[in-house]
């Protein structure tokens, strides 16, 4: 949802994602690939209606696993989970994913040079640049507890996490630069 990704290009076998975060859907959903020439190799240990060939034809007294990817969803979909992650996956393709990128690594740089301002008060935990260089920041409060800065920020309505010895920015394309401010200013008077 964040990154440009082609399965073909890089000749993946499978590929996971979870749905809710980067990919703006809802907590419970993902999505799965897998390359049709493996597909047959992989052992089905679990059975259900959604996995067959013949789907909805519950008079069959044989069945056979579907060739496409449905063959490892053996149990009833989230159909509302499904539904929402359409809609989430429609509004990234209507983005572009390129403009995504573009925007996240944009305001992954601002955060980075809003932090370095104050190096006195905030160390880096994060790669600045590079190739590693993605829509996550991670950065210490110098001299604080981070939990106490972490739970400051949520109770002032900072969306954040608390992660690797710090305090970790995760913002999207539609993260503006007043919201990125506000957060690193409400994190200095803490």
């Given amino acids: 949802g964040a990154i440009p990704f082609d399965v073909q290009q890089i000749q993946a076998d499978f590929v996971m994602a979870d749905g809710h975060k ?7 959903t993902a999505l799965f690939y897998s390359r049709r020439e493996i597909r047959d190799q992989i052992s089905l240990n ?3 209606w959604h996995m067959v060939e013949a789907r909805g034809d519950f008079e069959q007294e044989s069945w ?4 496409s990817g449905t063959r490892f969803e053996c149990g009833s979909p ?5 539904h929402a992650l359409n809609a989430s996956l429609a509004l990234i393709e209507q983005t572009g994913i390129h403009e995504i990128h573009r925007r996240v690594i944009e305001n992954t740089k601002y955060i980075i040079e809003l932090l370095n301002q104050h190096r006195n008060r905030i160390s ?13 920041v991670t950065f210490r409060m110098n001299g604080s507890k981070q939990q106490d800065v972490y739970h400051a ?38």
């Fill in 78 to 82: 989230n159909m509302l989970g499904i």
């Fill in 124 to 136: 880096l935990i994060s790669v600045p640049d590079g190739e590693r260089l993605s829509g996550i």
């Fill in 64 to 67: 056979q696993p579907s060739t």
């Fill in 46 to 48: 679990q059975f259900g």
């Fill in 153 to 190: 920020l949520m109770q002032q309505g900072v969306i954040c996490a608390s992660r690797g010895g710090g305090i970790r920015f995760s913002p999207h394309f539609y993260t503006s630069r007043e919201k990125i401010e506000k957060a690193i200013g409400i994190a200095l008077k803490i």
């Fill in 22 to 28: 980067w990919m703006l859907g809802p907590e419970g």
